[in-house]
């Protein structure tokens, strides 16, 4: 059950900006957490919230490079909920005038998740074919942007034939798994080859078929477990496709890892942002008062992209 509470200030310690947050978007990550499955690492705040838009509010001691009133967006280890949260400097980005406040919540963690699987750990060659599970989430959608931005071809998945039609064009190709199967279709339409990376935010439900369609040589770059955790896998199948399989995920790591990160995306994304070769993907906006219908939406996987809350005076006076 979520309820809506009085906490204190944050105060922003050496090295961190608090922002006075007017958005925040709803993750796969939040409602586990909500449901017990996924709790925030030690001494992280149990405030939801793993990304967030608004303005500096106010600057810790040693933050340079942004002032008073500067709107930004943040990657969080958590407090997105909330009117203020203070973060760590090298987690936050400028947003690009393009972006309003509520396209901007939906950038920090969609898109540095992408990011860091197909822009550091495995980027795709021009050409390459880039197979991206779960593809109408908001990291499916922001990896496609990516891969496609890269050069390469995309083959999106969803098991909801709607949202295959809404996808259409943002990928070469789009598949609709048949029994959770998916491996013919996709070394069809690669004319024999497979895909040269595959972006994985299922799991264990999918890990047998992706890896039946992978190219020799190609990478699986495991993101997400929505699919569950436990597959049955013949380790001589990795060998003769001579696979490689990367687990990744951004919560837990050391904080110097997550700036590096912001910086390097920062450097290349943004650009893209500004002139719009890249475009958040937000199905919905809804006031923070209906936080619970928000997460029902996503529970269902409903949104295509994100669904994103407002905390802005009104939204917050709703409840």
């Known amino acids: 059950m979520l309820t809506l509470a009085e906490y204190p200030d944050p105060v922003p310690g050496p090295g961190e900006i608090l922002i006075r947050v007017s958005a925040t978007a709803v993750n796969r990550a939040d409602v586990l957490q909500r449901q017990g499955r996924y709790p925030p690492p030690p001494g992280t705040t149990d405030i939801l919230g793993l990304e967030a838009a608004g ?20 990657l969080l280890a958590g407090g997105g909920y909330a ?19 509520i396209l901007a919540a939906a950038v920090p963690e969609a898109y540095l998740t992408a990011w860091q699987a197909l822009g550091r750990t495995a980027p795709p060659q021009p050409g390459d074919r880039v197979l991206v599970h779960a593809a109408a989430s908001g990291v499916g959608t922001a990896a496609l942007q990516i891969a496609r931005e890269l050069g390469a071809r995309c083959i999106a998945t969803t098991r909801s034939t709607e949202k295959a039609w809404m996808l259409e064009d943002r990928a070469e190709h789009v598949v609709v798994p048949i029994n959770g199967e998916f491996a013919e279709q996709v070394t069809a339409l690669t004319d024999g080859r497979g895909v040269d990376r595959v972006v994985d935010l299922v799991g264990a439900a999918y890990l047998r ?18 699919g569950g955790r436990r597959v049955d896998l013949d380790l001589g199948e990795l060998f003769a496709k001579r ?4 687990a990744s995920t951004l919560r837990a790591r050391p904080l110097e890892e997550k700036a590096a990160l912001v910086a390097d995306f920062a450097e290349w994304g943004l650009p893209r942002l500004a002139d719009g ?3 958040p993907t937000v199905h919905d906006m809804l006031p923070v008062s209906r936080v619970q219908d928000a997460h029902r939406m996503v529970e269902a996987n409903e949104p295509l992209g994100k669904v994103v809350l407002s905390l802005t005076a009104d939204a917050i006076q709703e409840r």
């Open 83 to 101: 009117e203020l949260v203070a973060t760590p400097a090298g987690q936050v980005m400028h947003v690009p005038d393009a972006l309003d406040d």
């Open 209 to 226: 078929e992706s890896l039946r369609c992978l190219a020799t040589g190609g990478h699986i770059l495991l993101i997400g477990m929505v």
């Open 55 to 74: 303005t500096v509010e106010r600057l810790g001691s040693g933050v340079t490079g942004f002032a008073p009133g500067d709107r930004v967006m943040a």
């Open 277 to 279: 070769r890249l475009r």
């Open 243 to 246: 696979a490689t399989l990367t």
